[in-house]
C-alpha cells in the first residue's frame, strides 16, 4: 500500500473514527520504531504495544500521540506510565483499582470481557465498570473489547463474534443510563 494510497484511506474514516494500529512486537517484525514515526507521519496518533518497555522504547524515540499498553503493568510502575505519557488498559476493576490507588494521575482504557476469556472485567459486571469511572487519578479514555474468533467464515463464529459486540455495546449503552459519560469505543482483534 502506498503512503498516498493510505493516507486517502485515513482521510474516508466516519467523523468521530479514529485508527489505532498495533506496533507490539516490534511492529510484528517490521520494526516498531520506523512503523510508529511513519504512522505519525501520516497523520496517526494513535498507537498501541503490549508491554510498558515496547511505550518507552517508542518515546524515547520520538513518538508522539496517544500510546496505549494493551497487556498488564504492574501497579507499582505507575510513575513510569505517567513519566512516559503512556496510556494503560486496566485489566480489570481490582487492576484500575490498584492503579488509581497509587496516587498518580494516570490515563486509562478500560477492558471488557465479551467473551475472550483473557484479560477484562466481564461485561455483565455493569455496577463494578461503572465504580472505574468514579476512581480518583484514573481518566478513562476508552473502553475495548477483543473478538476471539473474527476471522472465522463458519455460522457459529461469525454469531459468536456478533453476541460478543452485541455484549459490548450493550454494556455501552448501560454506562450511558447511568450517567457515565461515554469514552471512546474500540473493538478489534489481530486478524482485523
Known amino acids: 500500500i502506498s503512503d498516498r494510497t493510505f493516507e486517502r484511506q485515513i482521510k474516508t474514516l466516519p467523523p468521530g473514527c479514529r485508527l489505532m494500529?498495533?506496533?507490539?512486537?516490534?511492529?510484528?517484525?517490521?520494526?516498531?520504531?520506523?512503523?510508529?514515526?511513519?504512522?505519525?507521519?501520516?497523520?496517526?496518533?494513535?498507537?498501541?504495544?503490549?508491554?510498558?518497555a515496547e511505550g518507552m522504547e517508542l518515546r524515547k524515540n520520538g513518538v508522539t500521540g496517544e500510546i496505549l499498553i494493551l497487556g498488564y503493568t504492574p501497579p507499582e510502575a505507575a510513575s513510569l506510565l505517567r513519566r512516559h505519557r503512556l496510556a494503560q488498559t486496566a485489566v480489570d476493576t481490582a487492576h484500575a483499582e490498584a492503579l488509581a490507588g497509587q496516587g498518580v494521575p494516570l490515563d486509562v482504557h478500560l477492558k471488557i470481557d465479551t467473551g475472550m476469556n483473557r484479560l477484562g472485567e466481564r461485561a455483565e459486571n455493569l455496577e463494578s465498570i461503572s465504580r472505574v469511572f468514579a476512581l480518583l487519578h484514573l481518566h478513562v479514555r476508552?473502553?475495548?473489547?477483543?473478538?476471539?474468533?473474527?476471522?472465522?467464515?463458519?455460522?457459529?463464529?461469525?454469531?459468536?463474534?456478533?453476541?460478543?459486540?452485541?455484549?459490548?455495546?450493550r454494556l455501552m449503552e448501560g454506562l450511558v443510563a447511568r450517567g457515565v459519560p461515554a469514552p471512546p469505543a474500540h473493538v478489534q482483534c489481530s486478524y482485523g
Open 142 to 169: 476508552g473502553v475495548y473489547t477483543q473478538l476471539s474468533a473474527c476471522e472465522g467464515t463458519d455460522p457459529a463464529d461469525v454469531a459468536f463474534t456478533q453476541g460478543q459486540i452485541t455484549r459490548f455495546w
Open 21 to 52: 494500529p498495533a506496533v507490539k512486537g516490534d511492529a510484528y517484525g517490521l520494526g516498531a520504531v520506523p512503523v510508529a514515526r511513519e504512522l505519525n507521519r501520516l497523520g496517526v496518533q494513535h498507537l498501541c504495544v503490549a508491554t510498558l
